[in-house]
């Protein structure tokens, strides 16, 4: 059988030589489409292989009767309507690992030249200067190398570091003291990090709790004359707060190849002798293009001719009739997991989900998949799918296990998602109630009501009178104003908990505020 494949973008010719050599496929490289010759040509296309430059669109996906799979060469893909694609029963795949070597040697090069000033004393000669007082650099042997988000590149700047005879220093939310171990490198909270590193790089994703990780607050924990890499993605360096810091002094350089605004115009950092930039080269190398194109041919031939592909972004089709019975549950699980994971205040080992009642009786690896995903986007934000969930949480030590009961507690399904640290466990249960839709109903083992969606602020705190009126009163400060709100406790004046809808995300300075009242424990804010 024959497979018509449609090239939109410049890919490399070691990925379309792939293509050439697999017999029943014939391709097409036509970059220069507009989205209405696009538009026109997709309906005969089997496979559609893009990079960033083609927007492939719902309503492209719609008028591509025949399309099977979506390639994209590279890791992001914000270009693809990844809803419409699975609505369709298409399947989309990238290559992930494709730019790890570059990445991690780009931040190797960016920390070398940072340590010996580099480009500035190259800069100094091409305007005729002469100065090798003012360029004395530092030795990284016997450096700390600070390192936040041990991912894929982190771990391979991290082994490449220790050749370099520096000690290394890392945070990542799912590094355990055990792997550090075994990894032979120190770790700790970020924190930690910023107080004990001589040079710091990041490799994080951009996301809520990432952005402006590095602001003011952390370059005042620093060491005077820390040095600061940053070859991730722009938005987690606060470039006001690190221009101020390099200018008082705290910051001795900065090496960036990612901005806050990509492309700019006027950027004050570069006006610093301290700083050196680069344009976004991070994976901009012959082999990691090279490797992309060839990763992601190779995922297309393998869907087409039967095989199983080794990077999908989209949870592949299922059987209707099954996928009728279970979607109802794909939003219950994943908030669960998202509400689940802001309650760990240790690095996650093991993950228990239980299906009682009629869940025990359908088929609950999608579900499971979905529970995965909600505990995981928190940190590793969009790269965290349907599919790859249960294979990221496995490569960051996560055990997994599914059980299954036909009793429940009083209702006809129940799920329930436990997290296992290593002093403690945290559990939330969620149902489906007939016409009303998801339920929060408990909370470790407290019995609530809440509907999992908005703003939810969970108070753990003594059962003593006035803490309600206390709560409120300060909420009111700040003009937070509550919708909802459930009670329940263990023993009379013992501990208690409260779970309240709020109409607006809570700040760090609020949360602050209400764990400054003496009855209260922890105050956590969870937006679903």
């Known amino acids: 059988m024959a497979f018509n494949v449609l090239i939109s973008d410049p890919l490399s010719e070691e990925g379309i030589q792939v293509l050439n050599q697999q017999d029943g496929i014939h391709y097409e490289l036509a970059t220069d489409l507009t989205p209405e010759a696009l538009l026109k040509k997709i309906s005969k296309v089997d496979a559609l292989l893009v990079r960033s430059q083609t927007q492939v669109t719902r309503k492209l996906i719609e008028a591509a009767e025949n399309l099977k799979i979506i390639g994209r060469a590279g890791v992001g893909v914000d270009n693809i309507d990844l809803n419409a694609a699975t609505e369709r029963g298409i399947i989309v795949v990238n290559a992930p690992n494709g730019n790890t070597n570059s990445a991690a040697e780009h931040t190797m090069a960016m920390l070398m030249a940072l340590s010996r000033k580099i480009p500035q004393a190259y800069y100094s000669l091409k305007h005729q200067q002469w100065d090798r007082k003012k360029y004395v650099g530092v030795e990284l042997k016997n450096k700390t190398l600070g390192i936040i988000g041990l991912g894929r590149i982190g771990a391979e700047v991290a082994y490449r570091a220790k050749g370099q005879r520096m000690n290394i220093m890392a945070y990542d939310p799912f590094l355990t003291k055990e792997k550090a171990d075994h990894l032979g490198i120190g770790y700790g909270t970020v924190q930690d990090v910023l107080k004990e590193a001589d040079f710091i790089t990041l490799h994080t994703p951009l ?200 009793t429940t507690k009083g209702f006809t399904n129940l799920l329930t998602v436990e997290i296992v640290t290593k002093s403690e466990k945290r559990r939330v249960a969620g149902t489906l109630l007939n016409g009303l839709g998801p339920r929060i109903v408990m909370v470790d083992d407290y019995s609530v009501d809440v509907t999992p969606k908005g703003h939810i602020l969970i108070i753990h705190h003594r059962d003593i009178p006035g803490v309600i009126g206390k709560m409120g009163s300060l909420l009111a400060q700040y003009n937070i104003n509550i919708a909802t709100m459930q009670v329940d406790r263990a023993d009379v004046g013992g501990d208690a908990v409260m779970m309240l809808t709020v109409d607006k995300h809570l700040e760090t300075k609020e949360l602050e505020a209400l764990k400054q009242l003496d009855e209260i424990y922890q105050a956590t804010a969870i937006d679903l």
Do not use: W
Request: with cysteine.
């Open 207 to 406: 996301l809520k709790e990432t952005k402006h990780l590095l602001n003011e607050e952390a370059f005042e924990q620093m060491k005077p004359g820390v040095q600061i890499i940053n070859c991730a993605r722009g938005g987690i360096i606060d470039e006001a707060a690190l221009y101020e810091a390099i200018v008082s002094g705290k910051v001795a350089g900065a090496a960036l190849d990612v901005f806050e605004e990509e492309p700019f115009h006027d950027n004050k950092l570069l006006e610093l002798s301290e700083v050196f930039a680069t344009p976004h080269l991070g994976a901009s190398t012959v082999e990691a293009q090279e490797n992309v194109a060839v990763d992601v041919c190779q995922d297309v031939i393998r869907f087409l001719t039967g095989g199983i592909v080794q990077n999908p972004v989209n949870l592949p089709s299922v059987p209707k009739e099954v996928l009728n019975q279970i979607e109802p549950y794909f939003n219950l699980a994943e908030n669960l997991g998202t509400f689940l994971i802001h309650l760990a205040r240790e690095v996650i080992e093991e993950v228990n989900i239980y299906y009682s009642g009629e869940l025990a009786g359908v088929e609950t690896a999608p579900i499971t998949r979905n529970t995965i995903k909600g505990l995981l986007t928190r940190h590793l934000g969009e790269h965290v799918n349907d599919v790859n969930a249960l294979y990221l949480a496995e490569k960051r030590g996560i055990r997994i296990h599914e059980n299954k009961t036909s």
